[in-house]
């Protein structure tokens, strides 16, 4: 009731703020403190299912999931337990900091405006019940599924990254099976890799835009080239992303990819400005 209270009074969500809302007879340190403890205790297993189900009705019929891994630094701070090593996005150098890892599932809803959050875990490699990342994952995606296969839905899920963890490959196999539609973001960056594409049953891939950069080399070309009809042989649709020529495009389009996004089309619009260029388009 405490945090409810104070957020609803100072709509804000940062401890300091609600400790200053709750105006206890206390230090404010203390109530900090309080108010930290109760957000480290594990939410009841109904509780947690019964939002999980709400998003997902809120979702529509094909709800779509992304899951993805983030890294959290933190430079300063003397109560943080468990810190491992990330690597600082934000900074010049992308050097290496303390930190937690981040992994999310969030689902989105039928207008598509906002994404909402299902599954959200902070961990650290340093941690004493910590296995990987992937096991991670793993305990995100199956508390969905078993969800879904309770309401007889299927859904999209789109990865961010590809896994190495049979765990992993054997339920998003069942997924597959089941009917649910499997994609793979950013391929060709990161942990991507051809191998994948046989180990895992992806409906679409999403060609990053450093593979699509190469056009106009021959050497990028003719890989770009294979990756495309090596995708195409195993029935997956491509979708390219990070179009900005009209040379870009028509190699692409010579590719057969299936859909082709980027700044030659438009930048990111706010809804109301697509919705008027779709309007225009149609005209």
Do not use: W
């Not at 809120?58 to 709800?63: A, L, R």
């Not at 339920?171 to 973001?185: N, P, R, S, V």
């Amino acid at each position: 009731m405490d945090m409810i209270y104070g957020i609803s009074k100072s709509k804000d969500i940062l401890l300091s703020s609600i400790s200053e809302a709750l105006n206890e007879k206390t230090k404010k340190a203390y109530v900090i403190d309080r108010l930290s403890d109760k957000l480290s205790c594990e939410l009841d297993d109904n509780i947690d299912k019964n939002y999980c189900n709400t998003v997902i009705d809120s979702s529509g019929e094909s709800p779509v999931f992304i899951i993805d891994d983030s890294d959290v630094v933190k430079l300063l701070g003397s109560k943080f337990e468990d810190l491992g090593i990330v690597r600082d996005g934000s900074s010049k150098n992308k050097t290496y900091e303390k930190g937690y890892h981040v992994t999310e599932i969030v689902g989105l809803t039928k207008n598509k405006k906002q994404p909402i959050s299902m599954f959200s875990k902070v961990h650290s490699s340093v941690s004493k019940e910590y296995v990987s990342a992937n096991s991670i994952t793993f305990e995100g995606l199956n508390r969905i599924i078993t969800i879904l296969q309770e309401k007889n839905k299927k859904g999209i899920f789109v990865n961010d990254r590809g896994y190495d963890n049979n765990e992993i490959f054997n339920l998003l196999e069942q997924f597959h099976t089941a009917g649910f539609k499997i994609l793979l973001d950013d391929f060709g960056s990161g942990y991507s890799s051809l191998a994948a594409l046989n180990r895992m049953h992806f409906d679409t891939i999403k060609l990053d835009k450093s593979l699509v950069d190469y056009i106009g080399d021959d050497n990028g070309e003719k890989l770009l080239n294979s990756i495309t009809k090596l995708a195409q042989s195993f029935g997956m649709e491509i979708t390219a992303e990070g179009v900005e020529t009209v040379e870009q495009l028509m190699f692409l389009c010579n590719l057969d990819c299936d859909d082709i996004q980027g700044y030659y089309f438009s930048r990111p619009l706010p809804v109301k400005e697509y919705e008027e260029c779709l309007k225009e388009a149609c005209m």
